[in-house]
């Protein structure tokens, strides 16, 4: 059943024991909302936790692992964060599996999963719904919390430059400003710091990088005894299927990632003017129409062949 | 004599054939200003023109050069905008030094060399102020007028990532997107998109970088040879030296630029453990405590061993 942020608030009103789940793959945004939604929630006296992620890095792990069920914790409540489909949910949260009472998100492709769903796909991150959720909690915004969910605002709309940033994207961020958050220290950590490993990631995919069809496609190529030498974890290969594209004038960038199975993963990134998902798909892979990826069953040299066909013929059939 | 926005907004409605100028080495917030301070009034009614920069990049041309002064006009009214002193007047403003109106800028170190001054350090951005006055001076805020002011206050906060991005800030950025900017399009053109020359200088970084006291001390170097077969301009060396900084650990990142004229120009970034300034001065230079550089009248590496030797001492100093 949908709810809207008046009926969200009055369900975790009335609920005693409440759980809260993040997503696979944890990012600012479901550990943000989590750990926000929790410091609320306990503020005004609920009992509150965060089930384990096993999947957390060291990056967002102070948000939820202080608040790790203690043992015994039976939850009378179940809430899902940032989540669009319970195939989303971690390994420890299979048994909530059609058992989520309420489900906070934004993602539009969400399947209303819980008893009851409020979902806004006008919001560039899930945390911007909490953060309307937790003002109608009528829990007080304090600097831990605001930063909670500054972080998963400033994390899922890179820092409001892309487009799903709204004016009350920034209405948000504002408010969690004036809540004491130090967003110049988050964002350094968060958006200018590159781990040693991550660099070595990029210095691979800059010295890699190859121009054709006079700069409208880019490829970069990632050997996994690379890989493994600079020790790159989740964190930092976050995103970097994108360092192809930004380079003016690419319309096609196109990662190929040697796997550890000996196959070679794809990840395209388009521009306004090509369609990545179609491009993959002529490889067997597919996605949305900016990011997509195949898999090829065949080593670098081959898979750089046959992507880079598919590539120049999507170029030549839209240029 | 200082004014509030309120002065500004009488001074300017009072005012007749108005100048505005921009500072040398134009950027985003200089152009910003004054391309939304001359619409806003030619918008009520006033002839207003923007004076000529030299310097000014493509990027930032379509923001004041359709505005240049029409053959004949006669200034009645000069404004500056974002311009500390009047030593960073463009060439083209030498005659209108000491001859300023009305000054509207946010640099705490502003001389006050205004007839008039609003002078706002709490401002991330000029562009800020400049929507407070136009807001005084009752203007609409049409989108392209937000798109100037968008410029303005995205670029001189790291897209609102830096530590003097307020409340304020955010509000502001709220009102353009709400005016019908489209800040996700202007945002990859201006931090998502590297020109060609901008990534071949990234690359040379990424190369030559070298990592010295486990990792807490990054030096680049950027031979001319490089930099003049990449074509690099202003805008593409813009920030270069604040690589170093950006990789995890590092705590003093230095940037060694080879001149024309045979000199090497030092450019240190420090985190908050470090005094870039007490480092370049032991070097004859001088800046910001995490900001700062020095020239030497030597080759690379005797530069090379120079600024190492005074980082290194300073490392174990602090260290």
């Not at 696979?24 to 410091?39: K, S």
Request: hydrophobic share 45%.
């Amino acid at each position: 059943m949908t709810v809207d942020v008046a009926g969200a608030a009055a369900a975790l009103l009335a609920a005693e024991d409440i759980l809260i789940l993040t997503h696979r793959r944890p990012d600012g945004d479901t550990t943000g909302c989590a750990g926000a939604l929790c410091r609320a929630l306990r503020q005004i006296g609920k009992t509150a936790y965060i089930l384990d992620n096993p999947d957390i890095t060291p990056r967002y792990a102070p948000l939820i692992v202080p608040y790790a069920p203690s043992e015994g914790f039976v939850p009378g409540f179940i809430v899902s964060t940032d989540i669009a489909e319970e195939k989303l949910f971690p390994d420890t949260a299979e048994a909530y599996k059609g058992k989520v009472d309420l489900v906070i998100d934004h993602h539009g492709s969400n399947t209303g999963f819980g008893a009851q769903d409020l979902v806004r796909p006008d919001a560039g991150a899930c945390a911007e719904v909490l953060y309307d959720v937790i003002v109608a909690l009528g829990a007080k915004l304090t600097t831990e919390i605001a930063m909670c969910i500054y972080i998963g605002v400033s994390t899922d709309t890179g820092c409001f430059k892309f487009s799903n940033t709204t004016a009350h994207t920034h209405a948000v961020a504002a408010a969690c400003l004036t809540a004491g958050v130090d967003g110049g220290e988050i964002n350094r950590a968060l958006f200018e710091t590159k781990s040693r490993p991550r660099f070595e990631m990029e210095r691979i995919v800059f010295d890699t990088m190859e121009f054709y069809e006079d700069g409208a496609i880019a490829l970069a190529l990632l050997w996994r005894a690379d890989i493994d030498r600079t020790g790159a974890d989740m964190d930092d290969l976050d995103s970097i299927a994108s360092l192809t594209r930004q380079v003016e004038g690419v319309q096609i960038g196109i990662t190929l990632t040697e796997n550890r199975a000996g196959t070679v993963k794809a990840s395209v990134r388009t521009t306004k003017e090509m369609d990545a998902a179609a491009l993959c798909k002529k490889c067997g892979g597919g996605g949305h129409i900016r990011a997509a990826g195949a898999t090829f069953d065949c080593g670098m040299e081959q898979a750089k062949a046959a992507i880079l066909r598919a590539a120049r013929e999507q170029f030549h059939a839209v240029g």
